[in-house]
């Protein structure tokens, strides 16, 4: 691991580096993203994406006069957040809320549009929302079907968009956001398991479905490892209950306006769908249909902003990206951190 912890001794970065990858999420890409970040005198960040702080102690280590701005849709994050700004006073600022909420967290700080050096975006879930049963997020661990990230604000749950959605939406979930082959016949088999009586309340009752629709297909992931048939499907749920992708449009074109000009973005995908909003963004190629992927119909889970907001900006690129290809993880950090494999980092320079 390349060690960026100037000023410490060598037993305190080993003791700091360990400490990092003790915590319940261990945070992905760290020295790559620090490294992009560079951070300096009095630089000020936000951590979009604050889970368990990973990213953001990392920062502050690396210069003792950085502020880093620390937002999270889940409650579980800020209260870590919390604590964090007990041990680095004044230092952390805590931020509970959506990307799409940033303006109005900010306004009430008196923090203004073009005054961050750099904005970080690890997207997804984290392995505290993964690893606890009773959020639903998780395959291998039974419990309800829920999936919210803010289960303080949002109401509807996977098990709801199950019992709620008609066909074609649900097709249209599987479809877009899992990426699923059989997203017409699993679609079909949610909607008859309504007329047998069986609504699907925990993720064991979502897997045995999806396990008795794709009864032959054997499927492996990235590290060839076998994956189970409903990955696609809880990843597609995940999706659409924390309307993530529309969010991460949103957050990107935020951190075009938070950011100062010659700031630095950087994102961490972990799939697809993330990259190609952020490549898009890169490259000035967004207009008002792909930033509007299946508005949420069926919940109260809306965002304050509207993309024609922002149509005077996003015609045109107004980011230069630094890597010239994606960064990823080394072998050693898939091997110690499976979560890692298919991450893919962007950092890109606001020009305008
Ligand atoms: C992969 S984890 C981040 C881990 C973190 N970098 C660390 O080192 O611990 C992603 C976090 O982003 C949060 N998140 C995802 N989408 C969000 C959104 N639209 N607004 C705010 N937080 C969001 C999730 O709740 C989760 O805690």
Same mark, same amino acid.
């Given at each position: ?54 990213? *953001?102690? @990392?920062? #502050?280590? =690396?210069?003792?006069?950085? /502020?880093?701005?620390?937002?999270? !849709? ?127 309340? *925990?993720? @064991?009752? #979502?897997? =045995?479905?999806?396990?008795? /629709?794709?009864?032959?297909?054997? !499927? ?129 320079? @606001?020009?305008?």
């Amino acid at each position: 691991m390349r060690v960026f912890l100037r000023g410490l001794s060598l037993n305190s970065k080993t003791k700091t580096i360990r400490q990092l990858s003790n915590r319940p999420h261990k945070p992905v890409l760290l020295e790559e993203a620090t490294k992009y970040l560079a951070p300096q005198n009095g630089s000020r960040f936000i951590d979009m994406t604050f889970g368990a702080g990973g990213h *953001t102690e @990392r920062i #502050l280590q =690396e210069n003792e006069t950085v /502020v880093v701005y620390c937002l999270d !849709r889940d409650p579980a994050a800020c209260s870590i957040a919390q604590t964090l700004s007990e041990r680095y006073p004044n230092r952390v600022v805590p931020l509970k809320g959506k990307f799409s909420d940033l303006p109005t967290l900010l306004k009430g700080l008196g923090c203004t549009m073009n005054s961050f050096d750099g904005i970080l975006f690890d997207y997804g879930a984290s392995s505290m929302q993964f690893d606890t049963a009773s959020r639903g997020f998780a395959i291998s661990k039974n419990g309800p079907l829920d999936m919210r990230m803010d289960p303080e604000e949002q109401s509807l749950t996977a098990a709801d968009v199950l019992a709620v959605a008609d066909q074609s939406d649900l097709y249209k979930i599987f479809k877009v956001y899992g990426e699923e082959k059989h997203s017409k016949k699993i679609a079909n088999a949610v909607i008859e398991s309504r007329y047998l009586f069986k609504p699907l309340k *925990t993720t @064991r009752d #979502l897997c =045995e479905l999806v396990e008795n /629709v794709c009864d032959k297909d054997r !499927r492996h992931d990235m590290l060839k490892r076998p994956a189970h048939p409903a990955t696609k499907i809880f990843q597609a749920l995940r999706i659409f209950v924390n309307n993530e992708l529309n969010e991460i449009n949103h957050g990107i074109l935020l951190a075009n306006r938070y950011l100062k000009i010659g700031g630095i973005l950087v994102t961490i995908a972990f799939h697809s769908l993330e990259d190609t909003i952020v490549k898009r963004h890169i490259q000035g190629n967004v207009n008002e249909n792909s930033a509007n992927i299946l508005p949420l119909k069926y919940s109260t889970n809306t965002m304050n902003l509207q993309t024609s907001d922002f149509l005077n900006v996003i015609n045109d690129s107004c980011w230069h990206q630094v890597n010239k290809h994606v960064v990823t993880p080394t072998i050693e950090e898939v091997e110690e951190n499976p979560r890692s494999r298919s991450a893919r980092l962007r950092a890109a320079i @606001r020009i305008k």
